[in-house]
């Protein structure tokens, strides 16, 4: 099992740009693709981005395609969520995740098997 420790999340104003990041520890990171969601309240939890075990494939949900960026470290056992043009609909707990199944990456919740306690990020309009 991997251990997993967000942080970054806060208040932004609406067009603005958010940097979170996922510390890893307990296992060998490179055994795991990672992955982040995000739940609203009211609302399922959700994905987000995930990125494969070497960090050269990425998926990411339409809704923040094309402003968010997902990476990582292996080096440091981190994995990062670059987040831009922020909007009120981000809003949200964000929660990193880990993986070992046998897939490069996944977009399904049930698919990982660590997860962190959240950060939250609110967007003001």
């Known amino acids: 099992q991997v251990q997993l420790v967000e942080s970054g999340g806060g208040l932004v104003q609406a067009g603005g740009s958010l940097r979170l990041s996922c510390a890893a520890s307990?296992?060998?990171?490179?055994?795991?693709?990672m992955g982040w969601f995000r739940q609203a309240p009211g609302k399922e939890r959700e994905f987000v981005a995930t990125?494969?075990?070497?960090?050269?494939?990425?998926y990411y949900a339409d809704s923040v395609k094309g402003r968010f960026t997902i990476s990582r470290d292996n080096a440091n056992d981190t994995v990062d969520l670059h987040m831009n043009s922020l909007k009120p609909a981000d809003t949200a707990v964000y929660y990193c995740?880990?993986?070992?199944?046998?897939?490069?990456?996944?977009?399904?919740?049930?698919?990982?098997?660590?997860w962190g306690q959240g950060t939250q990020v609110t967007v003001s309009s």
């Open positions: 995740a880990a993986g070992r199944r046998g897939y490069a990456y996944t977009l399904k919740k049930d698919d990982y098997d660590s």
């Open positions: 307990g296992r060998t990171f490179t055994n795991y693709y």
């Open positions: 990125i494969n075990r070497s960090g050269g494939s990425t």
